[in-house]
């Protein structure tokens, strides 16, 4: 089974919630990642998220399955959308489950930077002045 979603239109987030949620974890953490209206000082309309699929998913599986084994959490989950998005959707959702809520917030974090790092997903933003410009998301 796949932890890692890739998804064109609009999860819903309360289901992805309701698995994690086990008797053995004691800590629960997520992270909402939506578009903004501005980005470097410039006025945002909406973005335009772009990935490559087979290798988004199997490598956001693999940061997932890295984060269980670092940091001994019961469960994690993981969306991120791909399509143009207006203000305020959410173009990502993480959620992690563990015995203790230090290891949930570690690991949220963790796999929040690694995705932004690893996984091929570009953006191009749209600006309010019509123009559009490719956002660097990370390095390889």
């Not at 772009?50 to 490598?59: D, M, N, R, V």
Request: charged share 20%.
């Amino acid at each position: 089974m796949n932890d890692f979603i890739m998804a064109e239109t609009p999860v819903d987030i309360s289901a992805l919630r309701r698995v994690l949620l086990v008797p053995e974890a004691g800590g629960f953490c997520s992270f909402e990642g939506r578009v903004r209206q501005t980005n470097e000082g410039r006025a945002v309309s909406g973005i335009d998220y772009s990935a490559f699929g087979p290798l988004a998913l199997t490598e956001g599986q693999a940061i997932l399955t890295e984060a269980k084994q670092r940091f001994a959490l019961c469960r994690a989950t993981a969306m991120h959308r791909t399509g143009y998005l207006s203000i305020g959707e959410m173009a990502v959702w993480i959620g992690v489950c563990a015995a203790h809520r230090d290891a949930a917030f570690s690991a949220c974090r963790y796999i929040i930077d690694e995705i932004k790092q690893r996984v091929p997903i570009w953006k191009n933003e749209h600006y309010t002045s019509g123009e559009t410009g490719w956002v660097p998301c990370h390095t390889f």
